[in-house]
């Protein structure tokens, strides 16, 4: 069985930092490309960041110079570390693992609250 787990999620001010964590289960984690996205209320669910199998990333450009996306192969988890937070960065953020063209598994999400 296939289990995405978000977990860091929270609430935090202007400015402030998180680190969301997506541990995975299931999968031949190492041969994912794996993908934070985030949805805000009214909103669709955008594309926030993404890490290939090989460890190349892409952002955003809303969020490039403050989020980072890094995972580690041999815990099967994948981070994104969220630096000056901004309000408009409040969101339910989702994990995605996907081989692309075959599967796609995505995690329950996470809230962030991002106060000013």
């Known amino acids: 069985q296939v289990q995405l787990v978000e977990s860091g999620g929270g609430m935090v001010e202007s400015g402030g930092s998180l680190r969301l964590s997506c541990a995975a289960s299931?999968?031949?984690?190492?041969?994912?490309?794996m993908g934070w996205y985030r949805q805000a209320p009214g909103k669709q669910r955008e594309l926030v960041a993404g890490?290939?199998?090989?460890?190349?990333?892409d952002y955003a450009d809303s969020v490039k110079g403050r989020f980072t996306i890094s995972r580690d192969n041999a815990k099967n988890t994948v981070y994104l570390q969220m630096n000056s937070l901004k309000p408009e960065d409040t969101a339910v953020y989702y994990c995605r693992g996907a081989r692309p063209g075959v599967y796609q598994y995505w995690g329950q999400g996470t809230q962030v609250t991002v106060s000013s």
């Open positions: 890490i290939s199998s090989g460890g190349s990333s």
């Open positions: 299931g999968i031949i984690f190492s041969s994912y490309v």
